[in-house]
């Protein structure tokens, strides 16, 4: 069971962006770097989702880093990242990080019900 834990620890570490220093919130738009790390979130979160409900094998960290390029692509055609808010950005940052590391969880075995184990016992 450490074996798999350790394992999990190892793939989520290995989908999400090393933390950064925090810096004070500035004007300045956030980093391209931070978009796609934010996205890639958000598409890997859809990812397992998707690739569940239709019994695919999930996506790998690479097709994440893709899809994210291609829909920010999509968005810098379409002007939305000359106007995104550099406080809702650092949101979607977090809130894409955060889900990556939740989707990258396994459920845990159902515990045994009581009454199972007290009639064992008797």
């Known amino acids: ?3 798999e834990k350790q394992q999990l620890r190892d793939e989520a570490a290995a989908m999400t962006p090393e933390p950064e220093s925090v810096e ?5 738009p956030a980093r391209p770097d931070e978009l ?14 998707a690739c569940a409900r239709y019994r695919v094998t999930p996506l790998e960290p690479d097709e ?4 994210s390029g291609a829909l920010l ?4 055609v379409y002007g939305l990242l000359d106007r995104a808010d550099p406080k ?9 990080v955060g889900m990556t590391i939740m989707a990258n969880r396994r459920p845990l075995p159902q515990p045994e019900p009581e009454h199972a184990d007290q009639s064992a016992a008797a």
């Open 1 to 3: 069971m450490v074996d």
């Open 24 to 28: 004070a919130p500035s004007d300045q």
């Open 36 to 49: 796609q790390a934010a996205v890639a979130g958000a598409v890997n979160v859809i990812g397992v989702y």
């Open 64 to 67: 994440c880093r893709m899809m």
């Open 73 to 76: 692509n999509v968005a810098r």
């Open 88 to 96: 809702i950005m650092a949101w979607l940052t977090l809130g894409g």
